[in-house]
């Protein structure tokens, strides 16, 4: 940015390091396809290199000065806080009116949404706030919709009971993974989490007699209301909306309260945390039984939905799309929980065409995410008072 | 029974190790979990499938089958060396100094990307490794049946390992290696090239999970483009029962974690080896949370 003429000769230099860097993955990606198949790809990729190097030049040509993070808090004044309210209610009048506006399967897609949107939101206690990374949070959302089915199922249970059976057991098993938690560090925690992820799954799909294995388990009953049963798509919308802004709501107040406050001390630095009379150990294990339970709500909720659940949703690639959702939201953010939720169930929708590339594609965007905007689009803002 | 599930596990061990290294070495230096590693273990056995093919079709009466090993060894080591080097100049070394999580997620992106990519390229159906020895059975004493190629993997492991260990002890990208991963501003200091020697890093770390790619595929004969996965978390798992950032400690365990697979897998259930081998990483790391060999280490602040 200094003068024109170092500016000019950064573009040659960095133009021919874009092209040098795209030839070199051609190189690299090409030998793996059939012949005929390469001219398809190679636009693609090249495209893709040369937005991934362009993007810190084109930042500087256009000026746009570098955000800079500051380490204070930003205080909410009080024009803020209007404006997040006025955007809160009409985010919540959108999504009242929604199934007036779309057709049985885009609110299909609405309801996926929502029972995402309460994976981010538990998963986000967990991640976001008690700062333990778990890749197996698709584990508790197993747990769930399991206990539900199988109570449902075996013991004709109706939906409410089974409800709270399903959220109470998948909390237990927060509480049950959250006892290694207090004694390991950030990575090590990663793998564990995951290998439960691993067993829970590999357990549902070998045990015949408990869970069907992978047939699994079919005609699970709809919730009922008043006599009413609550079916999908455009009654059981409003179910997981409502669910939804049930624990937003009190998550939000527990954010605000003491134990949000405590958590983020724990995350930020245990050490001091701990120095200043929280109980760090039980704070985590209150965020793994906590968001362990959400989950739980998650699962019950999709196995009413589809009424058929086997081992295949549950995988681990359900557990990264869920930490997809937080982080791309800004962690620790719960607006951004149900906006990540939003954007990765309805992109994938709309990408139906293309369907082989999306994957490609998310994995892609995950890396360009993190170099681009690491802290998600809707950072969480912190109050300076209280 | 036991012999042979003793050989069966030295066999899977030593592949695990193979990877688990990989792993070790990464996190021992720049402390990630690079989760796209078992892609790369993937992507060298495809490499493999791939040069053999390409050289039996253009060299006019094929080729004898050691070379063709040989060949298939040397093709997926370039091409993951290569693919380890891309990864971090695109994926992680933008992310250097950013929140430890960002890189994670960095790395949970490369992987999808690759194991998608290879998908697409390849297809979905299992690739055939060509089958290049008639006589495959080395001795078969009744009750134990030990290929050949469960030899040549062994050793060819063991013989990687001790290179690999001189390397890293006796020469000077080895001791560079290991000053990065005490201390990285001190050996930038000392006139290290840090990024030079994690690039270097990670281009070993892929040409060893590319060389086990290659003796899996030989080893069951058939390859798809998911296998990175469970392998990739079985060698993690191995590295860090070992002690995750020691080399040796990633060898140990490699073999501990096969073995112990193997003998579940004989002994208990073949359908739970999977789960055996995560009750028991969850276990050794409630017991011993460093790791076997790993020393203890504190919250870096």
């Known amino acids: ?386 | 029974m036991f012999f042979q599930q003793l050989v069966n596990g030295l066999t899977i061990g030593g592949v695990y190790a193979l990877i688990a290294l990989g792993y070790t070495m990464v996190y021992g230096i720049i402390e990630l979990i690079n989760f796209a590693h078992g892609e790369i273990y993937m992507i060298g056995a495809y490499a493999g499938i791939i040069a053999i093919a390409a050289a039996q079709t253009l060299i006019a009466g094929g080729i004898p089958p050691i070379a063709a090993v040989a060949l298939a060894l040397l093709a997926a080591m370039l091409v993951c060396a290569a693919y380890g080097f891309t990864m971090e100049k695109l994926a992680y070394r933008p992310l250097r100094h950013a929140p430890r999580l960002s890189p994670l997620i960095s790395a949970l992106g490369v992987s999808i990307f690759l194991q998608n990519f290879i998908m697409i390229a390849q297809g979905t159906r299992d690739k055939v490794f060509p089958h290049l020895f008639e006589n495959t059975v080395a001795f078969d004493l009744g009750s134990v049946r030990v290929s050949l190629i469960q030899i040549a993997i062994i050793v060819g492991c063991f013989m990687m390992m001790a290179l690999l260990h001189l390397v890293i002890q006796h020469t000077k990208i080895g001791t560079a290696m290991r000053a990065t991963a005490q201390d990285k501003t001190a050996a930038a200091l000392c006139g290290i090239h840090v990024d030079h020697v994690i690039s270097v890093t990670f281009m070993i770390g892929s040409l060893l999970a590319g060389a086990a790619g290659v003796m899996i595929a030989m080893y069951y004969g058939l390859v798809n483009y998911s296998i990175g996965y469970l392998a990739g978390i079985k060698a993690f798992t191995a590295a860090v029962l070992g002690g995750i950032g020691n080399i040796p400690g990633a060898m140990i365990g490699g073999m501990i974690l096969g073995l112990l697979e193997s003998f579940g897998a004989g002994y208990i259930s073949p359908e739970y080896k999977d789960v055996i081998a995560f009750s028991i990483l969850i276990l050794v790391l409630l017991i011993k949370p460093s790791g076997l060999l790993g020393e203890n280490l504190a919250e870096k602040a």
């Not at chain 1, 039980?282 to 019950?300: E, H, P, Q, T």
């Not at chain 1, 990264?320 to 929708?349: H, K, N, W």
């Not at chain 1, 994957?359 to 802290?375: D, E, H, K, S, Y």
């Open chain 1, 1 to 386: 940015m200094t003068d024109s003429n170092g500016s000019n000769s950064r573009f040659l230099k960095s133009t021919v390091h874009v092209l040098l860097t795209g030839f070199g993955l051609a190189l690299l990606l090409l030998p793996f396809f059939p012949l005929s198949r390469v001219l398809l790809f190679t636009p693609w990729l090249l495209a893709l290199t040369t937005l991934v190097r362009l993007y810190p030049l084109i930042r500087s040509h256009l000026r746009i000065p570098k955000r800079v993070r500051s380490i204070v808090p930003r205080a909410s004044t009080g024009s803020t806080c209007i404006a997040s309210t006025g955007l809160g209610v009409a985010a919540i009048l959108a999504i009242a009116c929604f199934p007036a506006l779309g057709n049985r399967y885009t609110v299909d897609v609405g309801v996926m949404v929502g029972i995402y949107s309460l994976l981010a939101l538990g998963l986000n206690v967990i991640v976001g706030w008690a700062g333990l990374l778990n890749l197996g949070f698709a584990a508790f959302y197993a747990i769930g919709a399991y206990s539900y089915a199988i109570l449902n199922t075996r013991f004709d249970l109706p939906f409410w009971p089974g409800a709270v059976l399903g959220v109470l057991t998948a909390g237990f098993a927060g509480f049950l993974l959250g006892l290694p938690v207090l004694r390991l560090r950030g990575d090590y925690l990663a793998i564990v989490t995951l290998g439960f992820g691993e067993i829970v799954r590999v357990v549902l799909n070998n045990w015949d007699s408990f869970s069907n294995g992978p047939n699994g388990i079919m005609n699970i009953d709809r919730p009922v209301v008043f006599s009413y049963t609550v079916r999908p798509p455009y009654p059981f919308y409003y179910l997981v909306w409502i669910t939804v802004f049930i624990v937003y709501f009190f998550l939000n107040r527990l954010y605000k309260s003491h134990f949000g406050r405590a958590w983020i001390a724990v995350r930020d630095d245990e050490l001091a945390a701990n120095a200043m009379g929280i109980p760090a150990n039980r704070f985590k294990l209150l965020a793994c039984i906590i968001g362990g339970a959400i989950a739980g709500l998650a699962g019950v909720l999709y196995a009413a939905k589809v009424s058929f659940i086997s081992p295949e949703s549950f995988t681990f690639m359900e557990s990264v799309t869920i930490l997809c959702m937080v982080v791309l939201g800004g962690m620790g953010s719960l607006r951004g929980c149900i906006v990540g939720a939003v954007i990765l169930v309805t992109l994938p929708e709309l990408m139906r065409d293309f369907s082989n590339y999306r994957m490609l594609l998310f994995g892609a965007a995950m890396v360009v995410l993190m170099i681009v905007r690491p802290q998600g689009l809707l950072p969480p803002q912190r109050r300076l008072e209280a």
